[in-house]
């Protein structure tokens, strides 16, 4: 509780993203991104997705909403998730290895760019330097990691308006 004349700020949006299910959060970061980057990105099956969990081609349009990445260039894209049950998880380079081969074999064929990784882990700055280094040695020219904390950050600011007549808040006892 604050007293008079104090600010209290309430700290970055969370959402429990660890209590999806992996399909679940797979669906939740290709429809985010759709929102976010206002581009056609696609999820693929859930067997057989070739190393890729979903993929944008096409030429990238700068999105008008000046929260989305803007500094991409064009495809074609590979979007890869990784989602974890633990509640406080970092991801770390070295759970990565098999997304760093796949990602290698990727380039060869043609169909990566750009490969975004998105998890609903943390990710530290030692880190995501690592893992960009680690997909530029596999050959791709534009790698970009995007944690739990974007998401949870991108899911609060693209929330639609409430409707006309109701509380945004719900009431109080």
């Known amino acids: 509780m604050s007293s008079a004349g104090e600010v209290v700020a309430v700290g970055s949006p969370r959402f429990t993203l660890h209590t999806l299910g992996w399909r679940a959060f797979q669906d939740l970061c290709a429809a985010v991104l759709r929102e976010v980057w206002g581009q056609s990105v696609q999820a ?3 067997s057989n997705d070739g190393g890729r969990d979903g993929a944008f081609y096409g030429i990238w349009q700068p999105p008008t909403d000046p929260s989305g990445v803007r500094d991409i ?10 989602h974890t049950k633990k509640a406080d998880a970092t991801l770390a ?8 081969a796949k990602a290698s074999a990727l380039v060869k064929r ?8 998105l998890t609903n882990a943390r990710v ?8 960009r280094r680690r997909l530029h040695a596999s050959g791709v020219a534009h790698p970009l990691v995007l944690d739990g904390q974007w998401l949870s950050a991108m899911i ?3 929330r639609p308006p409430p409707a006309a007549g109701s509380s945004p808040c719900p009431p109080t006892a």
């Open 44 to 46: 693929f099956a859930d």
């Open 73 to 82: 260039a064009p495809g074609p894209f590979v979007l890869q998730c990784k």
């Open 93 to 100: 380079p070295s759970e990565l290895e098999d997304e760093f």
């Open 110 to 117: 043609g169909v990566c760019g750009t490969y975004v990784l």
């Open 124 to 131: 530290t700055g030692t880190s995501e330097e690592e893992i």
């Open 156 to 158: 609060a600011t693209h």
